[in-house]
């Protein structure tokens, strides 16, 4: 019987468990170690700072079934995906990894036994290359495993040598072909086989082995790593097609349930499955993808992975309406995806409403304006072909994605695959620069690679010293005493000095620290590290402001040396500012609190996408589409100070990660968007009945009753489908209600009532104030309408049309309007021009009666050249049109210019 996904996806991994091989659960879609990637794209990415040596692990043999995307950079062929049976932008990547432990050997023993034992493929139908200078692997092909040396090419560079950067581990890779026989040749070539490279569809690349055994330095030059390690990567979906004898991915019982699903969704025949093909393989690809993405928690958006995800979701939805659908589909194809593959990546169930609701939001979005941008792009594209054009030009296509919320490579994707154009990309960039020139930008600073060397290099040297064990600094933030320590490392200007002095702004390392490390959205702790004992001599202080992790084993505190000096070795107390961090404790519980409470009033469809965790105040985003209601609102606010007062306990405690996958594929305990668990996880749990349950590494008070109150200072939008509530706990708490009380008994005092009534006051004020504004606002109008009557003696003509041009005072621009219109009706034919002062700015209205736009006079025209002597600019429609300008000074000047300007341009 043949193997189902999930059997191949599991056999792999039990088989590697076999062999001494701890099983790593999938990162997350977003690389946190590696800024410079959009998606995680490789098994290794995760165990990157392993191979450079910035981490240490546990274990020395992984294997993993890791999530990928490859969408950006040089993997973005976007436009194959669909048209192509292997193509995709989501993916698993399987793989196997030596951390300094076997090398060629036994990794390619492993992956040869894995096809061929694991997964009964005929050695008959296996291929191999190795790179032209490789005799080891070569060797160990051909002679340990007694492969028949035809079956191994010598390859070059550009196959088989991976290297991870210009500098850095690299090596000779071994590459394992399928082939799926001489019927499925595609190159006509008579000499066809691996070695041509020409992408002859008969030979499919399974599996490649990396030997990463050098250390590429900047001139070029390899040396040996001390200990070189593997990495290698299977694509699922290439092995599953082998196994299940698929020339095309798109066959195999990973899509075909999502793609049996949607044709039953469109009610089509297996002929107009055929007929539509593409679109079918495209609404499954990009299905997976938006579905994994969001669970990982990408948000639609204009620029980074969030512009991908919305590529992604709009190109399916595109070709969801060329394969029949009328409206928003995609959650269903997502609900489908969750189906299948939830079991195994258990966040999809647990964030399952979340991730339906933000593509249904993100579709009915796109489609308002689809239909209209395909016409748009339509349009544009025939009158560039009867130019004899096949190009769209750059500034076209910023204007597509600008107005009517086109990506540019959406507008790529529908010129090249639906009329061969091409998208001038250069132009784009231009547009989009000018673009940001106005509207401004932003950038997140990351600790460069080199910087983390340093501490990675000082790692080692602590180590190797004894200063520090194999673990690294013990790190406890959950007690609050001061921590007697020994200070093992001091850094200023990001180098080890053996002395700080007073006055400098150091790093400072001790062996062990009770300092919290930012994280999960927690700040750090800040506080004082001293000299431990003085004896009569003079102490020591460093004032700590942050405390950073940069590497595994590192815990560096930075700060400035307040007094004294000392040197490393010296014995050291280190004391958290313990005020400050109970209200940080206070609100991190009243997060948990007030996660637990939207979900019971929004719905369970709630999930953390954000927060902060500062001493002043916090800040928690969560998935939910629509603006929370301040009923809604001010009931969460009550349920959460209802639980601080029931005085429920707080506690904390170990776990292993895999024993509570169920109950948070379930919703039971919370665990947050993208965030990597080791095997062993630390769970907060508020109330003895369970009320909440998160995974959770921060610190927390020890019963609600601590936290002392929760106040709601805002509500609002963070992102596409991402509500944002700030509040505040404690103390803040305290304050913001003493000054609002304050504020409103000086209301009270002032309106001579109590304060209970300052509502009821207020109001009758304001309705007594808009009454008394429309009095006024009628007053003025017939004021206006007196001097206008006045005004009438002031028109004159010029070559016998009337004209007004006349500086008024009144009260805004839409009595100024007014008026222009009263000129008008009364005059029958003219051309009016009316000036005023508003808020210390010029403001020209022009009207012009349709008798003498037709002979050549334009209100438009005519309000600019006035506005232009008042250094302003403006324009409209021909019968009426408004400016506005910088110089009121000049505004009888200005108004001058209307006679010659009407003498000028009558016909």
């Known amino acids: 019987m043949t193997m189902t996904s999930t059997q191949i996806r599991q056999a792999f991994l039990d088989y590697f468990a076999d062999n001494g091989h701890t099983i790593v659960a999938s990162s997350s879609l977003v690389p946190h170690n590696d800024p410079t990637l959009l998606f995680t794209n490789a098994g290794m990415v995760q165990f990157k700072d392993t191979f450079l040596g910035l981490e240490k692990r546990a274990y020395n043999r992984a294997a993993t079934a890791q999530k990928c995307m490859r ?3 040089k993997h973005n062929d976007l436009e194959n995906v669909g048209p192509s049976p292997r193509h995709h932008t989501f993916f698993e990547m399987l793989g196997n990894f030596s951390l300094g432990d076997y090398f060629k050997e036994d990794a390619i023993r492993f992956a040869y036994e894995c096809l ?3 997964y009964g493929i005929s050695p008959n139908r296996l291929y191999y290359t190795v790179h032209t200078s490789d005799d080891e692997a070569y060797n160990l092909w051909t ?9 191994v090419y010598r390859m070059g560079d550009a196959t088989n040598f991976w290297q991870m950067a210009d500098v850095g581990p690299c090596g000779p890779t071994s590459e394992l072909h399928y082939d799926w026989g001489e019927d499925a040749c595609t190159c006509g070539d008579p000499d066809c086989s691996v070695l041509i490279d020409n992408g002859c569809e008969r030979w499919l690349e399974i599996w490649n082995l990396v030997f990463m055994q050098f250390n590429q330095k900047e001139d070029g030059s390899r040396i040996p790593l001390p200990k070189p390690g593997v990495d290698t990567g299977m694509g699922l979906e290439r092995i599953i097609s082998v196994v299940q004898n698929k020339q095309s991915n798109y066959e195999t019982d990973l899509f075909m349930p999502i793609i049996n699903h949607v044709q039953k969704l469109l009610g089509h025949t297996d002929a107009q499955v055929e007929e539509h093909l593409i679109a079918y393989r495209v609404i499954a690809d990009h299905g997976r993808a938006i579905t994994f993405m969001i669970g990982d928690g990408v948000m639609p958006g204009n620029e980074g992975r ?7 979701l709009r190109r399916a939805a595109r070709y969801g309406r060329l394969a029949g659908f009328d409206g928003p589909f995609l959650a269903k194809v997502a609900d489908k995806v969750i189906e299948e593959m939830g079991d195994h990546y258990i966040e999809l169930k647990a964030r399952r409403q979340f991730i339906l609701n933000v593509i249904t939001q993100e579709e009915e979005r796109f489609l308002k304006t689809f239909i209209n941008g395909l016409d748009l792009i339509a349009d544009l594209v025939a009158k560039l072909k009867a130019a004899g054009k096949t190009q769209i030009p750059g500034a076209e296509v910023f204007k597509l994605y600008a107005t009517y919320g086109f990506p540019k490579d959406l507008t790529r994707v529908i010129a090249v695959e639906e009329y061969g154009f091409s998208v001038d990309e250069t132009g784009y960039q231009t547009a989009f620069e000018e673009h940001a020139k ?3 930008g932003s950038k997140i600073g990351e600790i460069a690679v080199d910087t983390l060397q340093v501490y990675a290099d000082l790692f080692d040297t602590l180590k190797s010293s004894g200063r520090l064990p194999d673990s690294g600094v013990a790190y406890n933030p959950y007690d609050d005493s001061p921590t007697p320590a020994t200070v093992v490392a001091i850094l200023r200007d990001g180098e080890s000095v053996d002395r700080a002095e007073e006055g400098q702004k150091i790093e400072v390392v001790l062996d062990k620290t009770p300092f919290y490390v930012e994280s999960g959205g927690q700040v750090s702790d800040t506080g004082q590290i001293t000299a431990a004992v003085t004896n009569g001599a003079a102490g020591w202080t460093v004032d700590v402001a942050e405390v950073i992790r940069p590497v595994n084993g590192i815990i560096a505190h930075t700060g400035i040396v307040t007094a004294g000096g000392f040197a490393v070795g010296d014995s050291a107390l280190a004391m958290v500012d313990t005020d400050r961090r109970w209200n940080v404790r206070r609100n991190h519980t009243a997060t948990h609190i007030l996660h637990r409470e939207l979900r019971r009033t929004l719905g369970q469809h709630v999930a953390q996408a954000g927060s902060l965790v500062a001493p002043d105040r916090l800040r928690f985003d969560f998935s939910h ?3 929370v209601d301040p009923a809604e609102l001010a009931q969460i606010e009550t349920a959460v100070n209802r639980v601080i007062l029931a005085d429920k306990p707080v506690s904390a405690g170990q776990k292993n990660y895999d024993e509570l996958k169920q109950a948070i594929s379930t919703g039971e305990i919370m665990a947050l968007f993208g965030e990597k668990y080791g095997d062993v996880v630390r769970v907060v749990q508020i109330g003895d009945d369970g009320y909440s349950r998160e995974l959770c590494g921060g610190t927390h008070v020890d019963r609600t009753s601590q936290i002392g109150g929760l106040y709601i200072t805002n509500e609002g939008s963070a992102a596409a489908g991402v509500r944002r509530i700030e509040a505040v706990t404690g103390e803040a708490a305290q304050a913001l209600i003493q000054r609002r009380l304050h504020t409103l008994d000086q209301a009270a005092a002032a309106l001579k009532v109590k304060p209970e009534d300052v509502h009821e006051r207020t109001t009758a004020l304001l309705s007594q104030l808009q009454s008394s504004e429309k009095q006024i606002k009628e007053l003025q109008r017939r004021l206006a309408r007196a001097e206008f009557t006045h005004m009438l003696n002031q028109v004159h003509t010029v070559k016998g049309i ?10 805004d621009v839409a009595m100024l309007r007014e008026m222009s219109d009263w000129f008008r009706d009364k005059l029958g034919s003219a051309v009016v021009v009316l000036g005023t002062v508003s808020d210390d700015k010029p403001v020209i209205i022009a009207t012009v009666t349709d008798d003498l736009i037709k002979r050549g006079l334009h209100a438009g025209k005519l309000v600019k050249a006035v506005a232009a002597v008042v250094g302003g600019g403006g324009g409209g429609r021909p019968n009426m049109a408004q400016a506005g300008g910088r110089d009121p000074s000049r505004l009888d ?11 000028e341009s009558v016909n």
């Open 71 to 73: 969408v950006a950079g």
């Open 116 to 118: 061929t034992q694991v």
């Open 143 to 151: 002679e340990n495993m007694g492969i028949d040396p035809r079956r």
């Open 306 to 312: 969030a512009s991908v995800l919305r590529l992604i």
């Open 438 to 440: 106005i509207s401004g």
């Open 625 to 627: 589409p629509n603006s």
């Open 802 to 811: 009337n004209v007004v041009a006349l500086k008024v005072d009144v009260p």
């Open 893 to 903: 000047e200005a108004l001058a210019q209307v006679d010659g300007l009407v003498d």
